[in-house]
């Protein structure tokens, strides 16, 4: 969890490959989506794997802060 320099929060779950596809980790996913999509752009939510199609976690982490 961290406080950005524009004041939105930003969460983020990592999960190596093995564990990323679990049912624990779905419904991690899913709680993280919705306190986003609830929070009116004041949170972001990254459900991080170390390699996603690519991308690093620092990749993943910058897109998704924009």
Known sequence: ???LTDGRLLAVEYKGEV???NDDSR???Q???RWEKSS???CLFLFAVADDNGRTVS?????KIG
Do not use: W
């Open 1 to 3: 969890m961290a406080e």
């Open 19 to 21: 564990y990323a596809s």
């Open 27 to 29: 419904e991690k996913k």
């Open 31 to 33: 709680v993280g989506d």
């Open 40 to 42: 009116g752009g004041q």
């Open 59 to 63: 990749q993943q982490i910058a897109d």
